[in-house]
Nanobody, 118 residues
Framework: QVQLVESGGDLVQPGGSLRLSCAAS????????MSWYRQAPGKERELVAT????????AYADSVKGRFTISRDNAKNMVYLQMNSLKPQDTGVYYC???????????WGQGTQVTVSS
């Protein structure tokens, strides 16, 4: 059974930093691409960052390039999102997703709330 559990969301002031974590289980983590998505109130869920299953490649939404960094620890089945220079428009629920090139989407986490406000 695929399980993805996010943590680390919080209320932070503009310009601050947060580190989100996602603990994965129930699938071969090293073979899955891992992504972070976010959904702001009244808006569609959007892709924030992706870490490929092999080769170490990453990709980011233009809105977070240079501020956010996705990383993964295959030994611990963990994926992280380091968020720096946070802006109010970064507010939303952040979700972790696992994707297999063979099977497609493996699962989503329940989300963690990030609020950027003074």
């Amino acid at each position: 059974q695929v399980q993805l559990v996010e943590s680390g969301g919080d209320l932070v002031q503009p310009g601050g930093s947060l580190r989100l974590s996602c603990a994965a289980s129930g699938f071969t983590f090293s073979r899955a691409a891992m992504s972070w998505y976010r959904q702001a109130p009244g808006k569609e869920r959007e892709l924030v960052a992706t870490s490929a299953s092999t080769g170490g490649s990453t990709a980011y939404a233009d809105s977070v390039k240079g501020r956010f960094t996705i990383s993964r620890d295959n030994a611990k089945n963990m994926v992280y999102l380091q968020m720096n220079s946070l802006k109010p428009q970064d507010t939303g629920v952040y979700y972790c997703k696992a994707f297999s090139p063979v099977s497609g989407t493996l699962g989503w986490g329940q989300g963690t709330q990030v609020t950027v406000s003074s």
